[in-house]
């Protein structure tokens, strides 16, 4: 039995996502545990000036560094303790840390994540994966997305052609064809809850729109639709990848103030015009990309907002079922975690982790730096 586990913070800036998986047979897995570890109130705070003002200290940089290193080995610790996983059982610790910035599009492209490694294979005594993404850059992709060589090996099916949907605060489609050795498309494909996020935050001081039942209240207006449809991220064509530099809250109060229509609408008519955006964005795309799509399964938060879910099953129309990932083997909110823990096992094996088809990089690559325990084993 082969223990790996994965650590994933995501752009939602929610906290750390930590998962045990056992990687048995070629494609099969299964989650032993899981658990979310919110971060505190501060930290976010930190973490969203910096990610959406793009500027900090360097010695601020550097705690925020050793400071997410610090929670992700505190976290892992818990959950092995709670499950009673010695840590000699673990083979590696894939660690994605936490984004700071991701530039896919510079002439000298980068993707910096932190949350130091060297701190949680010292802390942990567990050999540790991290650094994913700029390998696959150098070799001229866009670093991201990276998940879906992980929905390609466990989520295939020669019975229908499906589509794995992420919506978390970016969301990414993967296109997993039922044609035997096709490849799969997969690119992000533009804000999922952080807009949400954003708005309700400001309008009452929620953290997210629970169920999407705020939203729901509201209706969508046409006019703000087009106007936020019109970031140039939507019509460009995949491979691409984006983030919080682009889609974020000062994103949304200049289109806001751009658009005419703002002036009738109510606070909860925004709203359900962000989910809207967010709905159409992703159906658009399936369309283009995807117009065979026979089921949609949907992970990540967004999974748990019924009014979004409503809102992609009526653009899907009839015939394209949608189930969250649950209908599939696995749990919505335990996607990204799990698929750091293949990617670690990937690397750990001396596999390739990206997909070309998916980022657009120009070879397969073994993915991260590997921080050895320092316990012999
Ligand atoms: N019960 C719920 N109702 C509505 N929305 C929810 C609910 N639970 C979570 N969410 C949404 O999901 C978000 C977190 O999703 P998730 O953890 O998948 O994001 P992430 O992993 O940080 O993002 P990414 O995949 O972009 O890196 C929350 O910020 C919230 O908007
Ligand atoms: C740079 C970065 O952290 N990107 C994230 C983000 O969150 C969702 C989407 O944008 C995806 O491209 C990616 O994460 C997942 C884990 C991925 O690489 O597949």
């Avoid at 850059?137 to 866009?142: D, E, K, N, P, T």
């Avoid at 970016?170 to 952080?194: M, Y």
């Amino acid at each position: 039995m082969t223990l790996f586990i994965g650590v994933m913070s995501g752009t939602s800036l929610d906290g750390i996502d930590v998962a045990v998986v056992e990687f048995a047979t070629e494609g099969q897995f299964r989650l032993q545990a899981a658990q979310t570890f919110p971060y505190d109130s501060e930290l976010r705070a930190s973490l969203l000036r910096l990610i959406e003002n793009q500027q900090c200290s360097l010695t601020e940089l550097g705690q925020l560094d050793m400071a997410i290193g610090e929670a992700s080995a505190d976290a892992i610790l818990h959950l092995l303790t709670q499950q009673n996983i010695a840590p000699n059982r673990i083979k590696a610790i894939g660690s994605h840390g936490q984004t700071i910035c991701h530039a896919p599009d510079l002439e000298l492209p980068f993707s910096l994540q932190i949350g130091n490694p060297s701190l949680i294979a010292e802390r942990t005594g567990i050999t540790t994966v991290s650094d994913f993404r700029e390998r696959d850059m150098v070799a001229g992709g866009q670093g991201a997305p990276l998940v879906p060589a992980f929905h390609q090996s466990l989520f295939s099916s020669d019975a229908e052609n499906r589509v794995i949907l992420n919506i978390g605060g970016i969301s990414n489609i993967t296109v997993l064809s039922k044609e035997e050795n096709s490849q799969p498309v997969a690119f992000d494909t533009g804000p999922g809850n952080v807009l949400l996020d954003a708005w309700i935050q400001r309008s009452l001081g929620a953290p997210y729109d629970d169920s999407g039942k705020w939203a729901a209240e509201g209706q969508y207006n046409e006019q703000l639709l087009t106007c936020l449809m019109e970031d140039a991220y939507f019509s460009r064509p995949a491979p691409k990848s984006t983030g919080r530099e682009l889609f974020n809250a000062q994103w949304l109060s200049k289109l806001l103030d751009k658009c005419q229509a703002i002036t009738t609408l109510s606070a909860e008519d925004i709203q359900a015009t962000l989910a809207r955006l967010t709905a159409v964005s992703i159906v658009d795309d399936i369309m283009r990309y995807a117009p065979e799509t026979q089921a949609v399964y949907v992970c990540g938060g967004g999974a748990h907002n019924l009014h979004l879910l409503n809102q992609l099953s009526e653009l899907l129309g009839p015939d394209i079922r949608l189930a969250t990932t649950e209908a599939i083997g696995l749990s919505p909110d335990w996607m990204e975690a799990c698929a750091f823990a293949w990617l670690a096992q990937q690397t750990i094996l001396q596999r390739p982790g990206n997909l070309p088809s998916a980022t657009g990089a120009r070879k397969a690559c073994i993915l991260g730096g590997i921080y050895a325990s320092s316990k012999a084993s």
